[in-house]
Each structure stands twice: as C-alpha cells, then as structure tokens.
Nanobody, 126 residues
Framework: HVQLVESGGGSVQAGESRRLSCVTS????????VAWVRQAPGKEREGVAS???????SYANSVKGRFTISKDNAKNTLYLQMNSLKPDDTATYYC?????????????????????WGQGTQVTVS
C-alpha cells in the first residue's frame, strides 16, 4: 500500500534553513503529482509547493523564492528546502501524493487534490 513518511522537522530560529524529506513507497512516483501541504494551529491546510508529473512546480505566494520542492525518483524521496524561515512558517508539514495522477485541470495547490498523506512533521520557527 501507499506510504509517505516525512522527516526533518524541528525548531529553528527565524532566518535559518531546514530541509524536509519524504520517503514514498507503494506507487509509481513518476506518474503522480506530489506536494507539501502545511497546517498551522486553528488554520486550514495550505498548499505550499507542488510538483506535477512533468516536473513543473508551483508555490504559494507566501513561500515563493524561499522554498524549493524537489524529487529524487531513484531514492523515492521528495524534498522541501526551506530558506529564510519566518515565524509564520510554523506549522505541521505534510507530504502528499495524488496517484493515480489527477486530471490536468486539477488545482495542484489544493489539499483536496491529494489522496495519499504522510503523518506530518512539525516545524517551529521562533
């Protein structure tokens, strides 16, 4: 079955960097859309970054220029490099996959597009 396991969360100071990893299994990563989604206390889940099947990426305006999503298909691992972290970035970060791939018109930044989720990893910025 499909599994996504995140790691790399923790507490950091504002301005520092952090890299999250998500090891995936149980599906074909080259035919899926993947994303990082975060949820802060009292707020709805927010799409942070996504990667379509062809490798094209999308970012939330709040993280554009600071966060980078990448994927290593050989290692079945998805990454989120987070630079210049801010207190507003504090949240639980989830790795998510849409597989089978969603239709081309799907909103890749919407949490509802994804049908497989990791358990989440907490990032706290102070």
């Amino acid at each position: 079955h499909v599994q996504l396991v995140e790691s790399g969360g923790g507490s950091v100071q504002a301005g520092e960097s952090r890299r999250l990893s998500c090891v995936t299994s149980g599906y074909t990563s080259t035919t899926s859309c993947v994303a990082w989604v975060r949820q802060a206390p009292g707020k709805e889940r927010e799409g942070v970054a996504s990667m379509w099947i062809d490798g094209s990426t999308s970012y939330a305006n709040s993280v554009k220029g600071r966060f980078t999503i990448s994927k290593d298909n050989a290692k079945n691992t998805l990454y989120l490099q987070m630079n210049s972290l801010k207190p507003d970035d504090t949240a639980t970060y989830y790795c998510a996959a849409a597989w089978p791939a969603p239709p081309y018109w799907a909103n890749v930044m919407a949490a509802g597009t994804y049908n497989h989720w990791g358990q989440g990893t907490q990032v706290t910025v102070s």
